[in-house]
């Protein structure tokens, strides 16, 4: 039974310029949650898809945005990349969601 | 203030030893609670959830004070195998946000 999986695991990228991150949830789950986590720091929540619709939004701007599909599979996109954006960028899924999540291994990103 | 505070560490043992963690929450109407272990460059796993009464699982043991609004994780006989560093997370006015906290990192020393 194949975990949560994401792609790319590493990613480079100049300012300004625009990245794709995807994430496949577990088998079996439907809620799909992304989390930003910079060195040293605990995970921050970006945002949640359910149904294919964002139902739930962390504080972060609108370069950030996603998309779900039918399959429950997900895309995390950021616009006008700034350096700060570097980070791990982790994908979490859930059938119930308060019974806790499932993560993939991540993408780390690194703008430069 | 932040939704979820916990004491970075590190925190250093000896094998055998028994550590505690505690994690303060700020939003009395949270209702679920885990702690998620994370290895160096990995991603995050879920160790436990923490339950109203208390739960162990083998030599882990969460609790949770709803009054003081902070979590517990008890770790008995540590191994070199528990040094991590551990997560604490906590749902925000839905259960369809968590919070984490920064982590406390655990050395088990041989």
């Known amino acids: 039974d194949a975990g949560v999986t994401q792609s790319p695991t590493h990613l480079i990228k100049t300012r300004g310029q625009q990245v794709t991150l995807r994430c496949s949830p577990k088998s079996g789950h439907d809620t799909v949650s992304w989390y930003q986590q910079a060195l040293g720091q605990g995970p921050q929540f970006i945002f949640q898809y359910y149904e294919e619709e964002e139902r739930q939004r962390g504080n972060f701007p609108d370069r950030f945005s996603g998309h779900q599909f039918p399959n429950y599979s997900s895309e995390l996109n950021v616009n006008a990349l700034l350096l700060g954006d570097s980070a791990l960028y982790l994908c979490a899924s859930s059938s119930t969601p308060n019974y806790g999540y499932t993560f993939g291994s991540g993408t780390r990103l690194t703008v430069v | 203030r932040k939704e979820v505070e916990q004491d970075p560490g590190p925190f250093n043992v000896p094998e055998g030893a028994t550590v505690a963690f505690n994690c303060t929450y700020s939003?009395?109407?949270?209702?679920?609670f885990f702690w998620y272990r994370q290895d160096c460059r990995k991603e995050p796993k879920l160790l436990m959830s923490?339950?109203?009464s208390g739960n162990e699982d083998g030599r882990f043991t969460a609790q949770l004070n709803r009054a003081s609004q902070y979590i517990s994780l008890l770790i008995r006989d540590s191994k070199l195998s528990d040094s991590a560093t551990y997560l604490c997370?906590?749902?925000?006015?839905?259960?369809?946000?968590?919070?984490f906290g920064s982590g406390t990192k655990l050395n088990v020393k041989p």
């Open positions: 997370v906590v749902n925000g006015d839905n259960f369809n946000k968590f919070y």
């Open positions: 923490v339950y109203s």
């Open positions: 939003n009395s109407a949270s209702q679920s």
